[in-house]
């Protein structure tokens, strides 16, 4: 009952989209379960990064380096899957190269105190010098990763065929996000990362291995970049492109502050940006307004921007988040 008061704007929400979906399901069935399916499908990577950025800014470190981390994971994971011909090297490759990069950044920031803004525009510079410079064309994979029906979940009228009737990836981000929810706020993991993101001194007097922590929460972070890099070039597609996570990275940091570093408040933002750009395709491919695609285009950014502004100042981030702890200060 306190979680419900104390999330009753978001519950209430969440309650009159999922009416309003039904309504637009029972007046046009195909094209309701078309845009929703499009919504989850450019959601799923905003998901999974909006998670890294939960992870790391929870534990008191800023990753804007989730765009970089995404880009290597793609190139990885294809590349990989290309040279063995197998998807499993594959997406086993994109985790890896995600896990490396969150390394990276964990030790250089945590251990080596180097300004996290600077090393995640590092990582970001890196990741696409590396991508262009060692990108090849025409190479192919066997096959992209194939999609499931969860037995009877899938059944279920419109939320079956949206979320139920994916890609092991996209199962993975629905499943990832409650999953961190619970770890962040039922566990004993989850009360220490929240108190070395919010007074890293007092942890630190209680006995956490702040240093420790830190390293360990945003290294295992870049999986979930990594991850998503994967979906992008083995699930969502079959290929990879130069650039290929075109700002899905930063999408995900504003989706991480709109969301208010709450993984289910994180999806709920995703979701949104999903169903705006699912819209603005809609827009596209009918005739039912006649303003010029490239406004079309901008509409979902456009509504973000106006969400954040409206969110300034209504959500306050992790009290030490940006901060370096030197043992002892």
Do not use: C
């Not at 009753?8 to 969440?14: H, L, M, N, R, Y």
């Not at 199962?171 to 619970?182: D, N």
């Not at 108190?195 to 702040?210: F, H, K, L, Q, R």
């Amino acid at each position: 009952m306190e979680w419900l008061n104390r999330n009753k704007v978001w519950v209430g929400t969440a309650a009159l989209v999922l009416v309003a979906a039904y309504v637009f399901y029972f007046i046009n069935g195909t094209i309701a379960v078309s845009m929703f399916s499009n919504a989850w499908f450019l959601a799923v990577p905003l998901v999974l990064g909006a998670m890294v950025g939960v992870i790391g800014e929870r534990s008191g470190v800023v990753n804007i380096g989730i765009e970089g981390q995404m880009l290597v994971g793609a190139f990885a994971a294809f590349f990989a899957a290309a040279a063995t011909q197998s998807i499993v090297v594959g997406v086993i490759a994109g985790a890896l190269s995600g896990l490396a990069m969150g390394a990276f950044l964990a030790f250089t920031t945590v251990k080596g105190q180097l300004d996290q803004i600077i090393a995640g525009v590092v990582i970001n510079i890196i990741a696409t010098g590396i991508t262009s410079f060692y990108f090849e064309s025409g190479k192919t994979i066997p096959r992209g990763l194939p999609n499931f029906d969860v037995p009877l979940l899938s059944k279920i009228p419109l939320i079956g065929p949206v979320f139920f009737s994916d890609g092991p990836i996209a199962l993975f981000a629905l499943v990832i996000v409650f999953v961190i929810h619970v770890l962040l706020f039922k566990t004993k993991w989850g009360l220490r990362t929240r108190a070395v993101g919010e007074y890293p001194s007092a942890a630190d007097t209680a006995g956490i291995n702040v240093i420790a922590l830190r390293l360990v929460n945003v290294s295992l972070a870049g999986i979930l970049a990594g991850v998503a890099g994967t979906y992008l070039s083995m699930e969502a597609t079959s290929s990879f492109e130069r650039g290929m996570s075109s700002g899905r990275g930063f999408l995900a940091l504003a989706i991480l502050i709109f969301g208010a570093w709450r993984p289910m408040r994180a999806l709920a933002a995703a979701l949104f940006f999903g169903f705006m750009s699912a819209t603005a395709s809609q827009l596209q491919a009918s005739d039912v307004v006649n303003i010029p695609q490239q406004f079309i285009n901008l509409l979902p950014y456009v509504l973000t921007l106006v969400v954040l502004a409206a969110a300034a100042g209504r959500v306050r981030a992790p009290g030490a988040v940006g901060q370096p702890f030197v043992k002892g200060d």
